[in-house]
């Protein structure tokens, strides 16, 4: 759980914490958690080895907004789907928005190698009105079969399998889980080896998940941000082609002296810490950003320039971005998203814009529980 105040300076209610997701046993813990004393607090005692964290991304075009569900094997675990609560931008129920992200400040309950499976979130929505109490991945998971009791979801309609096998987290670091890929052909026939990575086929799609690492960094100083930029759009790498690249830079929009942040190049790479300075005053939010060049696509699909205000309105446009852009955390810059769609952003609005366009995603990795090694918020 987390404490009222450490929930709305890190997130302004949306970048979601695991908070009371996971059923109580009735032992005064949940499962692969401490118990809670009386202040709230949980986690390791200060000296301890630092936190498992998470940041998970939902960058595969074939996939709705979605909740998670893990386990091992053919057990599923007794959780109630995460984000087990919060609502996304610009909606009303919990979710991981395509094109999106949502935090998890204490990931120890994924120890070990584990299995995901990704369920739509809008659909959980709608049968969960009026529910007392909400459903379990237990529940709701129950295989292939057809004609499966209430309120089992059907397969490969409400719910995906993410991949063919485990993944496993980094312990005591900041992890990204990247969902990635696509659905097979018949599943999705927008999809496409240049839209969902070279490892795509027809017959049996490539959806999956890959779990990336942010180094941990110093503390950021004063107005400078500590960012480190993954690359997760294929058609971006597909665009930039072999030996090509795409050069992630900051400053203001078309500045001739914007400061190089990282290149670049194959799927699933996450560049070295770069610091950049944004400054105090509120009016550099929408005037400094990130962009994304492709050599030879100068102002074309393969450019893109997102203010920091921009980026902040896909993940928690209700938080003070002073506060969003001064947490004393490494910063995942997520570059996703198809560069032939519209872009988030490209006519001065969101209008035209659904989660599948290329984009950038700033977000700092999740607080530590209150009491770890670092002290948490």
Request: proline share 9%.
């Amino acid at each position: 759980m987390a404490a009222c105040g450490s929930a709305s300076a890190e997130s302004g209610g949306y970048v979601n914490y695991y908070d009371g997701s996971v059923p109580d046993t009735g032992t005064g813990h949940y499962d692969g958690g401490p118990a809670l004393d009386a202040s709230g607090d949980a986690g390791p005692d200060v000296g301890t080895a630092a936190p498992t964290t998470a940041l998970f991304v939902q960058a595969s075009p074939s996939l709705p907004d979605v909740r998670l569900c893990w386990g091992t094997g053919e057990t599923v675990a007794p959780v109630v789907p995460f984000p087990g609560d919060g609502v996304m931008p610009g909606s009303n129920y919990p979710g991981i928005p395509l094109g999106g992200v949502a935090s998890m400040s204490d990931a120890t309950v994924l120890g070990g190698e584990f299995i995901l499976w990704a369920i739509d979130a809008e659909h959980l929505a709608r049968i969960e009105q009026n529910q007392p109490t909400p459903f379990t991945c237990q529940n709701l998971i129950c295989g292939e079969g057809t004609n499966l009791p209430s309120p089992c979801l059907r397969y490969n309609l409400d719910y995906w399998p993410v991949g063919t096998g485990p993944v496993e987290l980094h312990a005591n670091a900041n992890n990204v889980v990247a969902l990635g890929g696509c659905l097979p052909g018949a599943l999705d026939p927008a999809a496409s080896p240049t839209l969902c990575g070279a490892s795509w086929t027809a017959l049996s799609g490539n959806l999956g998940a890959q779990v990336l690492q942010l180094q941990t960094t110093p503390t950021n100083l004063g107005s400078q941000l500590s960012v480190q930029a993954a690359q997760l759009s294929p058609g971006l790498a597909a665009l930039a082609g072999d030996g090509g690249a795409a050069v992630v830079s900051f400053g203001a929009q078309g500045s001739a002296d914007a400061s190089t942040v990282a290149t670049l190049a194959a799927e699933g790479l996450v560049s070295a810490p770069a610091f950049v300075s944004v400054g105090a005053d509120l009016s550099v939010y929408g005037q400094l950003g990130f962009a994304v060049d492709v050599q030879g696509f100068d102002g074309g699909a393969g450019h893109l320039w997102m203010s920091l205000a921009d980026s902040q309105e896909l993940v928690d446009p209700t938080q003070d971005p002073t506060q969003f852009f001064g947490q004393p955390r490494p910063y995942l810059l997520a570059v996703l998203g198809d560069p032939n769609a519209p872009h988030a952003f490209a006519t001065g609005g969101d209008a035209g814009y659904d989660g599948k366009g290329l984009h950038v995603l700033v977000v700092a990795a999740p607080a530590p529980p209150a009491g770890s090694a670092d002290g948490g918020d």
